[in-house]
């Protein structure tokens, strides 16, 4: 069974940092040929927040996290990490990993939810002001 595991969420203050991780289960992570992190907030719908192609360097990210977040992809440990840096307020949310597997609909780009077919459970991001 193909599962992703997010960790590292937590409470941080405004201008904190935090680093969250995703660990795959029933598949390599390099089997996808995409994976990302998504983000909703109550009451809003989900939007992703950076993506990387985990054969290569490229990714690609929200105006919104540009310059603060940063997103990599080990293949030798077999994980996808989000570094983030000077939180915000509006960065509460959970936060949820995904991958790429297989054909999916590339229509909206590769950060629309619609491009990913596998998802973790979430992991709560709050920061405080």
């Known amino acids: 069974q193909v599962q992703l595991v997010e960790s590292g969420g937590g409470s941080v203050r405004t201008g904190g940092s935090l680093k969250l991780s995703c660990a795959a289960s029933g598949y390599t992570t390099s089997s996808a040929d995409f994976m990302a992190w998504f983000r909703q907030a109550p009451g809003k719908e989900r939007e992703g927040v950076a993506a990387v192609h985990t054969g290569g360097v490229h990714t690609a990210y929200a105006d919104s996290v540009k310059g603060r977040f940063t997103i990599s992809h080990d293949n030798a440990n077999d994980t996808l990490s989000l570094h983030m840096n000077g939180l915000k307020p509006e960065d509460t949310a959970m936060y949820y990993c995904?991958?790429?597997?297989?054909?999916?609909?590339?229509?909206?780009?590769?950060?629309?939810?619609?491009?990913?077919?596998?998802w973790g459970q979430g992991t709560q991001v709050t920061v405080s002001s």
């Open positions: 995904a991958a790429k597997l297989g054909w999916t609909d590339g229509s909206r780009g590769v950060l629309a939810p619609l491009f990913y077919n596998v």
